[in-house]
């Protein structure tokens, strides 16, 4: 059994807001009472130096889906990278899977997978409405259009602006 630092009072620690009571936040006996002492954290590299090698050496391999040529089913195109939407989401999926795979939590490659890439493949290979719907084994479709917009007038582009401020 460890037996954890306590106080000499039943008093909350003001000075913590956190409250979770952490090994920095201790003195060096009480750290040493649960066979502690905090540690600099060691900064983990990147394994993948950019979203192209994270796709070619992780995604491509692991994620296997049954593609379809427009029947409705799911949709991919070879050419992933002539799709700014599919570069943006495969470039945040990088990134999460990096800070998941760098972190000390257990369970944080699986948050990884439930909460970032099922939602982008859901998305992403959508046969119907994804932005490679229309992906044909000639690769005749380049891609949906950009989304129409308006210029943004003056004293609502202020408003918008000043709302972050």
Do not use: C
């Not at 991919?76 to 999926?93: F, H, N, S």
């Not at 046969?127 to 490679?132: F, K, L, N, Q, R």
């Amino acid at each position: 059994m460890v037996n954890l630092p306590r106080t000499t009072d039943d008093r909350w620690d003001t000075g913590n807001e956190s409250g979770d009571g952490t090994a920095d936040e201790w003195t060096p006996e009480q750290a040493a009472a649960v066979g502690s002492t905090p540690e600099p954290q060691e900064k983990k590299e990147p394994k993948y130096a950019n979203v192209i090698a994270w796709v070619n050496g992780f995604f491509l391999p692991v994620i296997r889906r049954r593609i379809s040529d427009n029947d409705g089913g799911l949709s991919w195109d070879a050419r992933w990278w002539a799709y700014p939407e599919v570069v943006a989401r495969l470039t945040a999926l990088h990134q999460a899977w990096e800070e998941a795979r760098a972190s000390d939590s257990m369970s944080a490659m699986s948050s990884w997978w439930i909460q970032h890439l099922e939602p982008h493949l859901k998305v992403i290979l959508d046969g119907d409405t994804g932005p490679m719907a229309n992906a044909k084994a000639d690769r005749s479709f380049m891609g949906w259009p950009a989304l129409p917009a308006d210029p943004v007038p003056s004293n609502v582009l202020d408003k918008i602006l000043d709302q972050y401020n």
